[in-house]
């Protein structure tokens, strides 16, 4: 069975930092062409924050994200991890990784595009 699973999520505090990690069990990722980050805040729809693009490494992200958001990848370990430094309030939400083996936009990061999902993952920045 195909499964993302996500690890990482907790508490902390305005201007702490969290990473969390995405690794794939039963396929791995270059079956796919991107792995996305989102996150959806209580009350609003599903964003995307960053894209791995698999055939050459390229990362987008977000202009919202960018700073403060660190995609990177462990082929060895199948994994992605999101780097988040700086946290606020405001990054408060579940945040879910995803893969694509279809069409795309590497720099939209619709999540209607992606079709593999991982169980999402509680981030909670409180002071």
């Known amino acids: 069975q195909l499964q993302l699973v996500q690890s990482g999520g907790g508490s902390v505090r305005p201007g702490g930092s969290l990473t969390l990690t995405c690794a794939a069990a039963?396929?791995?990722?270059?079956?796919?062409?991107?792995v996305a980050w989102f996150r959806q805040a209580p009350g609003k729809e599903r964003e995307g924050i960053s894209c791995?693009?698999?055939?050459?490494?390229?990362?987008h992200y977000k202009d919202s994200m960018k700073g403060r958001f660190t995609m990177s990848r462990d082929a060895a370990k199948n994994s992605f991890y999101l780097q988040m430094n700086n946290m606020r309030l405001e990054d408060t939400g579940v945040y879910y990784c995803?893969?694509?083996?279809?069409?795309?936009?590497?720099?939209?990061?619709?999540?209607?595009?992606?079709?593999?999902w991982g169980r999402g993952t509680q981030v909670t920045v409180s002071p």
């Open positions: 039963g396929f791995t990722f270059p079956d796919y062409n991107a």
């Open positions: 791995f693009r698999l055939d050459d490494g390229r990362i």
């Open positions: 995803a893969a694509v083996d279809g069409p795309y936009s590497f720099q939209d990061i619709d999540p209607d595009a992606y079709d593999t």
